[in-house]
DNA sequence: TATAAAAATATGACCGGTCGTATATATGCC
DNA sequence: GGCATATATACGACCGGTCATATTTTTATA
């Protein structure tokens, strides 16, 4: 067999960085998906590990309940997120506003492809979960945390151009935004339209907040 | 017995509109509550029915299935407060924009009474189902949208008595106060203090939409 | 008006299925 | 063979929903 040619230690290797946290994860990942589709109470179990192909038995390997698996999949939900943002921020080329202003069209353009599906994650949980399991909200309130912490890096700066008003701090309107988003999240799931995404960019990243 | 006092006719009327309907508004009344407070996959009928005493069979009597109910909750939970903020702006004696904030304020009254649970079932349901049940979906945009409405109302009347800036449109001024106080619920409800709806009220009633 | 037949309504046991979780067995590595 | 991990089976509880039966209300007959 192919794996014959590897030594013992390259095949633990491989079956411990590769096929055991790979089984985590696409657990992970499935749970992103499926958390996102049809929530937290109306996903069960099975479903996830039937769509990985995971035996029901070995859940409780990767995971000590669903409410831990939960609070985990918050965090993988949020990591990409956090990095395509850093990243943006990072670009020398652009100024921190249009930065601002190109990630949210970016976002709006997906949620646009995914015919206003699922909408935010985080938002979805916090409504359903928020204030009954302290796990998740712990889980969610880290995740918000860093979001926003990246939001007020990126006003600042704007800020520091002249390009975003300095009568406001950063961080009320890193809050402001970031709340705004999140209601205009669940009008665009049941008006079936990016207009209120849309609106929230225009108002706040294209008129409040202008310097 | 108590009744016999009653002839047939006021016997009967008692027994349609409250014996009756009274189980129908009961079985909407738990529903508000404890959809507010679990969701709606968080929620069986069981639990419902039992809070209001009638057997698991009635239940497809006045609804016909858990969906249509939660369509229906929708609608009974918003009445009140579109009845109070009705009552609010048909008060002659305040000027509109001290209605909006002395509503707001006493919505984050309550909510703080309340220990940050459940907030606002509509904003909830959106994120939870506002995307798999059509029926439901339906029956939140028609809510929101008499919501907002209201708003719509409130700070048209306000740009007329010069308190709020006429050179943004009240209705989006209206869906920018909606979905940043749908947003800072649910921030409420992760991070257990009002400071997020406070600072909401603050920033766009107090700030961005005063003229 | 008294009585019986019929129609309407109320009921809870029960349906197949799924929930999250526990445990006992099987499997693979030293 | 000893040990740790992975898996299958099973658990009791609960899910939304149905249905035959029991009860009540209405209608018809005398």
Redesign the interface.
């Known amino acids: 067999m192919a794996l014959a040619i590897l030594d013992d230690r390259s095949y633990n290797e491989c079956m411990n960085k590769l096929d055991k946290p790979n089984k985590r994860e696409q657990l992970l990942e499935q749970g992103v998906n499926l958390l996102l589709?049809?929530?937290?109470?109306?996903t069960g179990l099975k479903e996830i590990l039937d769509a990985v192909k995971i035996p029901k038995g070995s859940f409780y390997q990767y995971f000590e309940s669903k409410e831990a698996f939960g609070a985990e999949v918050v965090t993988h939900y949020i990591e990409p997120f956090i990095q395509q943002l850093t990243d943006h921020l990072n670009n020398p080329e652009l100024d921190a506003l249009s930065v601002l202003q190109a990630y949210f069209a970016a976002l709006i353009h997906d949620l646009e492809q995914g015919d206003?599906?699922?909408?935010c994650l985080l938002?979805?949980?916090?409504?359903?979960?928020?204030?009954?399991s302290e796990l998740c909200?712990f889980s969610?309130?880290q995740a918000?945390g860093r979001y926003r912490d990246l939001l007020v890096l990126g006003l600042t700066r704007a800020q520091a151009e002249g390009s975003v008003r300095a009568d406001?701090s950063a961080e009320?309107m890193a809050?402001?935004l970031?709340?705004?988003?999140?209601?205009?999240l669940?009008?665009m799931?049941?008006?079936q339209s990016v207009m209120?995404i849309r609106?929230?960019c225009e108002?706040l990243l294209g008129?409040?907040f202008k310097a």
Chains 1, 2 share one sequence.
């Open positions: 589709a049809q929530g937290y109470h109306g206003f599906k699922g909408g938002g979805n949980l916090m409504g359903e979960i928020g204030d009954t909200r969610l309130k918000i406001k009320r809050d402001l970031l709340n705004t988003w999140q209601g205009a669940l009008r799931k049941i008006e209120p609106a929230c108002d008129g409040y």
